[in-house]
């Protein structure tokens, strides 16, 4: 199989990422995991952001079982301005995650929460999303209600925003939790209103 086919066909389609998964898949099913390390990090030289897409994915999932994979995706990926290469980090921590168990993973969740770089910080936001629907954090919405607020008067907007979206999502479920969360905030910060006013638009 020849990975310029898949390339070409991928960089035909501009929304969406069932094709870069399925591109994905076709790789794994092609070359060991050490050639799909290498062609990650040579797709991630890519001028095209689905060739980026589908590199991020395929670390993704050499991640579960990768150190180099997890180091790149967290230093490397996450510096990459094209927003839709940003979701797939956020695919692809979740997909590390969800191999080791949510549980399990909260010293790596801790980790990447609390790096200087927002995207890293995002990949886990909105990553985990919906949060409450994930085992463990299913049985502790106060854990993962503590983890994303942290970051609600974070300097980047795109990531209020997707903490603000987090918030929201468990306020369908947990609003009384939520709304407790929500009242302890400095709503003279223009930051923390921002995400405030995204977290409690469910709530009455």
């Given at each position: ?154 300097e980047s907007e795109y990531l209020r925003k997707s903490v603000g979206n987090a918030l929201r999502d468990i306020s369908k479920k ?31």
């Amino acid at each position: 199989m020849n990975v310029d086919n898949i390339l070409s066909r991928i960089l035909e389609i501009e929304h969406g990422f069932q094709h870069i998964l399925g591109g994905a898949d076709e790789v794994f099913s092609a070359y060991s995991k050490e050639q799909c390390f290498e062609l990650a990090l040579t797709l991630f030289e890519h001028e095209a952001y689905q060739a980026r897409m589908l590199a991020t994915t395929i670390l993704g999932r050499l991640a579960t079982t990768n150190n180099d994979a997890l180091r790149f995706l967290k230093e490397q990926v996450s510096t990459d301005e094209n927003w839709r290469v940003q979701e797939m980090l956020a695919k692809a921590f979740d997909e590390v995650c969800k191999h080791s168990g949510y549980e399990a993973s909260l010293p790596l969740i801790e980790e990447w929460i609390n790096d200087g770089n927002p995207n890293v910080i995002r990949a886990v936001t909105e990553g985990l999303r919906i949060w409450t629907s994930r085992p463990f954090f299913k049985e502790n919405p106060a854990v993962a209600i503590a983890l994303i607020s942290k970051h609600k008067a974070h300097e980047s907007e795109y990531l209020r925003k997707s903490v603000g979206n987090a918030l929201r999502d468990i306020s369908k479920k947990h609003a009384e939790l939520v709304q407790s969360e929500v009242q302890t905030w400095d709503l003279s910060n223009s930051k923390v209103l921002f995400t405030y006013k995204l977290a409690t638009k469910l709530l009455k």
